[in-house]
């Protein structure tokens, strides 16, 4: 049985939006180093088809300048490339043909084809919303641009706005003073009535 409940979010996440549910931070975690953005990507495994190596330089580019990728993340990165590289090569060679071909029993099937391209293209978006590569997975880890910014900077400022307007907070001594006295309510048992 998996998991219940919502995904968790990454620590940078909760950190950009300001840890709304004001749980602690788990300890950062990161596994395997980092590729630093200034770095030159990493260059393709070998194996790559001619469909995959251009994939792997194009999102390998976009995940280091993203921070996205650490070493550790090279191969899931492969399986993407490959996925997409196979996508893209079923669509070319259905092209010409029919979407709809004869069966062994002279029925009309689905072309293999358009489910060899249908599922590279369901593992491919399954990979990549592992990386925050699509839109849905960009929004829900405040990646989507908004006028220009990413949203993270955007509730970042607002953040900061807020905690700027809330008052000053008690100090020990004024949090321990006696609160006024205020009226109580009766109740039947005090009022000594009986029911």
């Not at 950062?28 to 088809?49: F, H, I, K, M």
Request: charged letters at 25%; zero cysteines.
């Amino acid at each position: 049985m998996g998991r219940r409940g919502p995904a968790p979010e990454p620590r940078e996440l909760r950190e950009a939006k300001g840890n709304p549910g004001r749980r602690p931070l788990p300890a950062p975690v990161l596994v395997g180093e980092r590729v630093a953005p200034a770095a030159a990507p990493p260059e393709p495994p070998d194996g790559l088809d001619e469909y995959a190596r251009p994939v792997w330089v194009e999102l390998a580019r976009l995940a280091t300048e993203g921070q996205l990728l650490t070493l550790s993340d090279l191969a899931v990165l492969e399986g993407l490339a490959v996925q997409v590289g196979r996508a893209r090569q079923a669509r070319e060679q259905l092209a010409g043909q029919p979407l709809a071909v004869e069966g062994a029993q002279s029925q009309w099937i689905v072309n293999p084809l358009v489910r060899v391209e249908r599922d590279a293209w369901t593992l491919a978006l399954k990979i990549a919303k592992e990386f925050g590569m699509t839109p849905s997975a960009r929004a829900s880890l405040g990646l989507t641009l908004n006028l220009g910014r990413s949203v993270a900077l955007d509730v970042d400022a607002r953040i900061n706005r807020r905690i700027a307007d809330v008052p000053k907070t008690l100090t020990v001594s004024e949090a321990a003073a006696p609160k006024p006295a205020g009226r109580r309510r009766k109740t039947a048992a005090a009022s000594g009535s009986a029911a």
